[in-house]
């Protein structure tokens, strides 16, 4: 059951694997969301780069390189590890992306209402 501090990104059979996909902030808010599939499992970002807090996607949806091996931000080229999204190249090396908790319930992909804010 989807509590009431929960809210529905999407269809998680959306999120296909190898492929991420953006989600629009909040009504008054400034930052979105990402989510990802890789190796069957979906993780979700906060979608802000920790070293400038722009977000990473050049265009809707383009998150991942082109061998669809990492994240990477388009601002600068820095290059995130999808398992955990701790930075492995670019100037915020070490850094990592705001991991949100999330979990299917009922085939949707459920974050805290609040991710993002």
């Known amino acids: 059951m989807i509590g009431p501090g929960e809210r529905v990104l999407c269809a998680a059979e959306e999120i296909e694997?190898?492929?991420?996909?953006?989600?629009?902030?909040?009504?008054?808010?400034?930052?979105?969301l990402f989510a990802v599939r890789k190796g069957g499992e979906v993780r979700v970002y906060?979608?802000?780069?920790?070293?400038?807090?722009?977000?990473?996607?050049?265009?809707?949806n383009r998150f991942l390189d082109t061998r669809k091996a990492h994240i990477v931000c388009a601002v600068h080229?820095?290059?995130?590890?999808?398992?955990?999204?701790?930075?492995?190249?670019?100037?915020?090396?070490?850094?990592?992306l705001e991991m949100v908790p999330c979990r299917v319930e009922e085939g949707m992909l459920v974050v805290p209402a609040d991710a993002g804010e």
């Not at 694997?17 to 979105?32: D, I, K």
């Open 17 to 32: 694997e190898g492929a991420a996909r953006g989600f629009p902030a909040l009504p008054g808010r400034f930052t979105g």
């Open 46 to 60: 906060v979608n802000s780069c920790p070293h400038i807090g722009l977000p990473l996607e050049p265009l809707p």
């Open 77 to 96: 080229g820095a290059r995130f590890r999808i398992e955990d999204g701790v930075c492995i190249s670019g100037p915020c090396i070490g850094q990592e």
